[in-house]
């Protein structure tokens, strides 16, 4: 089975600063990863799929570049509706997630 | 617009039984492949299950900690996916979502609200 490594688990940031995820397959995959945002009480929110396709109505603040093993998920202004926890995806496996805080 | 309203969860003893059930509007429900995944309160997310459409075989798969004690069936005619728990345990609390695979790959855009399974200690 494959297994996705996420880091970090938590990060602390400022409203503007750019944020990148990484998330490691425990063998390639290609380029299905999916990443998805997670905040209380709410659904999950599907960002990125396919590594790197931008779903419709996200922010293009919002990106996802990799292949292979090592996959990442950047936020390059970080905004205040964007505090949240953050999960990559492939196939039957989700990462263990990244919250991600104000300073 | 497309929904998906979960209903079913609630408190069951261990060992207990629970039906889930997740209505689905907005997308054509007989082509769709649909999925069950978990949330364990303050802890992430888990893959449950998924059910492809009869025209694709209808194959089910589980995770294997639900893998013979979960049973995932659809009832095409009423647009609805069901998810039947049985022999509930403590870690199986989680909040329920369904959710539609969008192109087999496991990637989901449109989720249910998520309903809450309580299986105390």
């Known amino acids: 089975d494959i297994q996705l490594t996420q880091s970090p688990s938590f990060l602390s940031a400022s409203v503007g600063d750019r944020v990148t995820i990484t998330c490691r397959a425990s063998q390639g995959i290609s380029t299905f990863l999916a990443w998805y945002q997670l905040k209380p009480g709410k659904a999950p929110k599907l960002l990125i799929y396919g590594a790197s396709t931008l779903q419709s109505g996200v922010p293009s603040r919002f990106s996802g570049s990799g292949s292979g093993t090592e996959f990442t998920l950047t936020i390059s202004s970080l905004q205040p509706e964007d505090f949240a926890s953050y999960y990559c995806q492939q196939s039957r496996a989700f990462g263990q997630g990244t919250k991600v805080e104000i300073k | 617009e497309v929904q998906l309203v979960e209903s079913g969860g609630g408190l069951v003893e261990p060992g207990g039984s629970l039906r889930l059930s997740c209505t689905v509007s907005g997308l054509t429900f007989r082509d769709a492949w649909m999925m069950w995944v978990r949330q364990v309160p303050g802890k992430g997310l888990e893959w449950v299950g998924r059910?492809?459409?009869?025209?694709?075989?209808?194959?089910?798969e589980y995770a294997a900690p639900v893998e013979g004690r979960f049973i995932i069936s659809r009832d095409d005619s009423k647009n609805t996916v069901y998810l039947q728990m049985n022999s509930l345990k403590t870690e199986d609390t989680a909040v329920y979502y369904c959710?539609?695979?969008?192109?087999?790959?496991?990637?989901?855009?449109?989720w249910g609200q998520g309903t809450l399974v309580a299986v105390p200690s």
């Open positions: 959710c539609h695979d969008m192109n087999s790959y496991f990637e989901a855009v449109h």
């Open positions: 059910i492809k459409s009869k025209a694709s075989g209808g194959t089910i």
